[in-house]
């Protein structure tokens, strides 16, 4: 899944607008004249159109922050179910208590910034991938958990170096720019675990 397309995807749910957290009462973040400026571009655009929110937006840095905060999340306690593979197992672990954590900084920065905090919500792809994760059987479920967390990391990573480059929101720039280097351990930690 490319960035603009995970970009894309996140305009739908600009209403909802996150700050990550898979616990009930968690993360989300909005502020009524941007999110109804949102929804009213966003109701007008294609499906395949480039987003009409900027990505420095810190209704849309918070949506897909706290996506792929509850993907990596929800995927890792997928495959814990059900690898056999002890540095899997190891590296999911962490991504668990990590992304907890992540999700945490977000959410005290977003609270720092007076944006209301609410639940996030997966966007499609990532729904597809977890899926994917959930019907692996325990030969393949290693395969599809890595490809997706190489996938996920990747948009991840830009994800956050874009909004602390960029960002509009002090806090939350700050927030990014400490995540930054946590995510960037990830994506090394993955291409070990791959080869």
Avoid: W
């Amino acid at each position: 899944m490319s960035y603009s397309k995970f970009f894309t995807i996140s305009i739908v749910p600009a209403l909802l607008l996150t700050a990550c957290d898979d616990k009930p009462g968690a993360a989300r973040a909005g502020d009524p004249a941007t999110s109804n400026a949102a929804a009213s571009d966003s109701a007008m655009a294609p499906a395949t159109s480039t987003p009409t929110v900027s990505p420095q937006s810190a209704p849309d840095y918070l949506t897909l922050a706290g996506a792929g905060d509850l993907f990596e999340i929800e995927s890792s306690k997928a495959v814990l179910e059900k690898t056999r593979n002890f540095k899997i197992r190891d590296f999911a672990q962490m991504m668990v208590k990590q992304h907890q954590g992540s999700t945490a900084k977000l959410k005290a920065a977003a609270s720092q910034a007076k944006l209301t905090v609410q639940p996030p919500m997966l966007m499609p792809d990532q729904q597809s991938m977890l899926d994917r994760i959930k019907a692996a059987s325990a030969d393949s479920v290693d395969a599809a958990y890595l490809a997706a967390q190489k996938s996920a990391h990747q948009e991840a990573l830009a994800l956050h170096q874009g909004y602390a480059a960029s960002g509009e929101v002090a806090p939350l720039k700050q927030a990014a720019s400490e995540i930054v280097p946590v995510v960037r351990s990830h994506v090394e930690i993955l291409g070990k675990l791959g080869s």
